[in-house]
């Protein structure tokens, strides 16, 4: 589950690029786009879904007729873009659509779930539900205290499992990785002291304008550019979650 206290800090493009650096090692994946109501997965791809996940909540469809085919076969389930009911799910909607994830294990290696931003219900759900999340911070103070207050209310969900969950920090946009590094530790140092829960340091994606260049060119930039620094910081992370 890829998620941030914080919008616009670089979580949908995380899990894509992710995703593609899976594609590259053979994996199959799937991403769920929970940020319902404001999908953004498909404009990343620049692929337009034939359905959304309104087809399995409203239309009685299976979760596997739902899927988008994008780029380098990476299947997509859409949240759906500016359907205002979606943005406001009950829980047992919510328990329907977690449920139904089961049903991907066939088709799937790795399932990513990119939540919307902030402390919904739904991003609640979906980070206890998932077991491995990862956490986009971005230098900012915005980004790093939004983080923390993501942190608190998921140790205060009756659902959450220190023992079964395994929380890793993404810093994005930094200018070096000492500053990555930097910004996980002062995040970490506030965690342990009143959270007590542990997380752990993935690595940093690097400021890079060609990154720039491929969100405006709706292509994910591990495909577009291979090479740039930001496709490197993906392929490594990849690695490691492997």
Not at 48 to 59: A, E, G, M, R, S
Not at 187 to 216: H, T, W
């Amino acid at each position: 589950t890829v998620t941030s206290g914080k919008g616009g800090v670089g979580k949908s493009n995380t899990a894509i690029n992710l995703a593609i650096q899976f594609r590259k090692m053979g994996k199959r994946v799937i991403i769920l786009d929970a940020d319902f109501g404001l999908a953004n997965i498909e404009i990343m791809f620049g692929a337009v879904p034939k359905h959304n996940l309104c087809d399995l909540i409203y239309q009685g469809k299976n979760i596997k007729e739902i899927i988008t085919w994008g780029p380098m076969d990476v299947g997509f389930i859409s949240g759906g873009s500016g359907i205002a009911g979606m943005s406001n799910l009950s829980r047992d909607y919510l328990n329907y659509i977690i449920q139904n994830l089961v049903e991907l294990d066939s088709l799937a290696d790795i399932i990513i779930v990119d939540t919307g931003a902030g402390i919904s219900d739904s991003v609640l759900e979906f980070l206890v539900a998932g077991g491995e999340i990862l956490l986009v911070t971005t230098p900012e103070p915005t980004s790093i205290t939004d983080s923390y207050s993501l942190l608190k209310a998921l140790s205060r969900h009756p659902r959450y499992d220190k023992e079964s969950t395994s929380i890793k920090m993404i810093a994005n946009r930094v200018n070096k990785e000492e500053e990555g590094r930097g910004l996980f530790e002062k995040l970490n140092a506030v965690v342990e002291r009143y959270l007590k829960i542990p997380i752990s340091y993935l690595g940093s994606i690097p400021q890079d304008d060609k990154l720039l260049k491929a969100v405006m060119q709706q292509t994910p930039v591990s495909l577009q550019n291979p090479t740039a620094k930001s496709s490197q910081a993906y392929e490594e992370m990849a690695y490691k979650l492997v």
